[in-house]
């Protein structure tokens, strides 16, 4: 049968009722099985019959048999999509720690998948030239799997030789994967040149629509609400330049030949990258990438220009989006979380220490073990940030905790001096309370130590990490790191000294006619 013959009738069979010869569309989610082996039968595929919805549904299993009865092939698979297709048969092949060696000249999707999809799975795929057969022998080694390449590029145009990539791939006892998308069973048969497994897409021309429509869409007219494309039907060497697309002949009604820039005005405007409705007016929208600064900043200076240079007539508005939205609503979050959490924490403190003195070393020292985060932020170049906001609460939470627990042991320790006095303060001497927040504050130098190092160690990786995820969480990271530096001085060194100034003063007053010097 020929080829055009098995497009239009193979896979099929005549419905038994209305005698249809139209592909039937089933919908279902379960069926019935006669009894226990039958069902057993099923699934061994001993039998013919319907399992689940996808597997031998009448509907996939029309398209399936005419597509590899058009290629040649044994049997085929449909998925939702040619890069589906593609994904599965490369996922069918492959584990981790694998590689395949593909065709440099690529669909996009294609490429996003070979590039940065199956890294992520710890799948290399491997780039060469089309025409770098040296190259094919060289890149594939004992971990590949597969050799893929299209035969003809999507976009490109090129020509891959099939057979002598399926030679050199069966030469190494790997088998060679194909994408026919563009060529179609009608323009190229990959599998009598050589090729194991081929993919389709079935919203090019093997359903039709590229011969369908002959051209490509080149722009969009914008009339009112409306939208027009504007199809261009030329072979892609007369539509390269607008130079070329002047010069394109035209036949008039009347027989004269003329070139097209003589009825109409070819040029390229740089408009708004991309024009649609929302709320029935008309919107377009500017794209802006900032860097080596604060988008905050930015903004607001942008703002004031264009409000300065800028005269929106009637019926217009201009709205900042995008990140900075994003920013601007996390801000009025932060507004309400922060003097909240703030609060929060003076209660607790409180009601820990009942002593607003206490709370106020606790809180009036905070922005001391602040500063080491600031440095460290200036330093890397970070600019104020959601991200790097909540790296500071984090901060301030760890301080807070760390502070408290000094306190706890220098009172602890104070109340043991008190004991060699009778609890009687103003016959504690001014060095017996040297000592014992000495003391006190030596008790906690190994554990704030510990807990120092704990968390530079689980923080100090995030900062060496690359990629957009790594990116955001160094400016969470960044300023914990910073700030536990100027965190331990703070606990360290000047809670205690603060202690001991207020308890010396306290004691004082005390002691009005004691031995307390």
Request: aromatic content about 8%.
């Amino acid at each position: 049968m020929k080829l055009e013959s098995l497009a239009l009738h193979h896979g099929y069979e005549s419905e038994a009722t209305t005698k249809s010869a139209a592909v039937p569309i089933y919908n279902t989610s379960s069926y019935t099985f006669d009894n226990t082996q039958h069902g057993a039968d099923l699934f061994d595929l001993k039998v013919p019959g319907n399992i689940y919805t996808r597997i031998m549904n009448p509907t996939n299993a029309v398209l399936e048999q005419r597509i590899a009865a058009m290629e040649g092939g044994i049997g085929a698979l449909a998925v939702a999509s040619g890069m589906a297709a593609i994904t599965y048969a490369i996922q069918c092949l492959c584990e981790v720690g694998t590689n395949i060696v593909s065709t440099s000249q690529v669909y996009g999707g294609t490429y996003n998948l070979f590039a940065h999809s199956l890294p992520r799975q710890d799948i290399e795929a491997r780039m060469i030239k089309a025409d770098d057969f040296d190259g094919f022998e060289n890149a594939i080694d004992e971990n590949t799997r597969a050799v893929f390449c299209e035969s003809i590029g999507n976009p490109a145009g090129n020509i891959v030789d099939i057979a002598r990539l399926a030679k050199i791939a069966h030469s190494k006892g790997v088998p060679l994967i194909v994408d026919n998308t563009v060529a179609t069973p009608y323009l190229c048969r990959p599998f009598e040149l050589g090729a194991d497994i081929v993919v389709h897409s079935l919203t090019k021309y093997i359903n039709g629509h590229g011969t369908a429509i002959g051209g490509m869409n080149v722009a969009n007219t914008v009339e009112g609400l409306e939208r027009y494309p504007i199809n261009l039907r030329y072979p892609q060497g007369y539509r390269d330049s607008v130079e070329q697309m002047r010069l394109l002949p035209m036949v008039t009604p009347n027989g004269q030949r003329i070139a097209l820039a003589d009825v109409a005005d070819i040029r390229i405007d740089q408009g708004p990258p991309m024009i649609k409705s929302e709320n029935a007016r008309i919107n377009g929208w500017t794209l802006v990438d900032i860097e080596g600064r604060d988008l905050g900043s930015w903004v607001r200076e942008a703002q004031s220009v264009v409000q300065e240079q800028v005269d929106l007539p009637a019926g217009y508005s201009l709205t900042w989006s995008g990140q900075y939205e994003y920013m601007q609503r996390a801000k009025e979050r932060l507004t309400l979380v922060v003097p909240l959490t703030l609060a929060i924490i003076i209660i607790l403190l409180y009601l820990n220490f009942r002593n607003l003195t206490e709370v106020g070393i606790i809180l009036g020292t905070l922005p001391f073990g602040m500063i080491g985060g600031i440095w460290l932020m200036y330093l890397l170049g970070y600019n104020l940030s959601v991200a790097v906001a909540v790296g500071f609460i984090a901060l301030a939470g760890v301080a807070v905790e760390i502070g408290v627990l000094m306190l706890v042991y220098l009172n602890q320790s104070l109340h043991n001096a008190l004991e060699t006095v009778d609890h009687q303060s103003g016959q504690l001497s001014a060095d017996a309370l040297r000592k014992a927040i000495s003391d006190g504050a030596a008790q906690r130098v190994r554990p704030i130590m510990m807990t120092f190092a704990a968390i530079v160690a689980g923080l100090v990786p995030i900062m060496l990490g690359s990629g957009t995820g790594s990116e955001v969480m160094q400016r969470i990271a960044g300023p914990m790191i910073g700030g536990m530096v100027t965190t331990l001085i703070l606990t360290l060194l000047l809670i205690p000294v603060i202690f001991y100034l207020w308890q010396r003063a306290r004691l004082k007053k005390i002691a009005k006619k004691g031995t307390f010097r």
